[in-house]
């Protein structure tokens, strides 16, 4: 029976509810048992990681995208082979219609306006986005930036956002839609679901907001979350799917440009490792490479830690 990791959401480090003015324990026991009726009662595999919840994957066991994956490839006497797609279609670089249509509706807890920001642009590969706290749910309470340095800091903001629920909720002198103005950027959003095509997901965004360096930290930690809830549901397929098209990438992309224009010998690349020839005969060349020509310089975010 799926139980909602309260202690994930509640006790992150960098989040401030207004439990004095939302009832979000209440909130969060009808969000378990709907979850459960909804969902988890009716066969879906629900998965948890931080405060991400996969509700819904739709290529259940694999076998959706196996029978597309035969289809396109004509072989009609075996159309509930899960690996095809895998090991036919994507190690070949072959088309991904088999999991375009294939989605997983993600539930967001605990997570800022500035997060779900970074995530709405999406809209390639994305046929839901439910979010109550655009018109008029009140706010959770605010979210610490990553970069924080001074948490003290940021109380006022938590003030603002007791202020606006008092003005709109308690003496009804707004509209929380007029209201909701004063808030600051990292108000945290009521719950919301946001849904993506599993080629969208590996292609677009976890490549994007995850595997190339750059983005914002809150998003990053929101969408490993995500990538975490896709493992927990099917391990295989995600992590086949990470090996082509994960982090080390860029790393390849960079270390073909740089030996390419650089015109490197494998003495060179033992000099920038700071190994004799001799060693650097014995090493794997893989790893070396990724060491010294596919390093990567460090991100604005993480320049600015």
Known sequence: M??????AILGHPRLRFLTDLVPIHEHLDNIEKFIRICYEEQGWHVAQSGRIVALRATDEDRLSSAFK?????GKYNDMANTQRFLRSMVAAGHSYE???GETVLFLAIGVGKSVYDHLVTY?????TRIAGGQRANVPWGFELPVEAKNPDEYEEELERIRHVIRLAKQDRAEQLQAAR??????????PFLLEFSEEALIKTVFRQRLFEKGAQGATVDVVTDMLNACIAIDEEKWKFLIDYHGPHLQQWEKAMRTLRKDGLTIRDIAERLGVSLDEALDRNLYEMLMETVGKLPPSMWEKQR
């Open 2 to 7: 799926f139980t909602l990791d309260r202690s």
């Open 98 to 100: 088999p999991i375009r």
């Open 69 to 73: 994956a035969s289809l396109y490839l």
């Open 123 to 127: 809209t390639v590969g994305r046929p």
């Open 181 to 190: 103005a004063k808030l600051p950027v990292g108000y945290i959003m009521p």
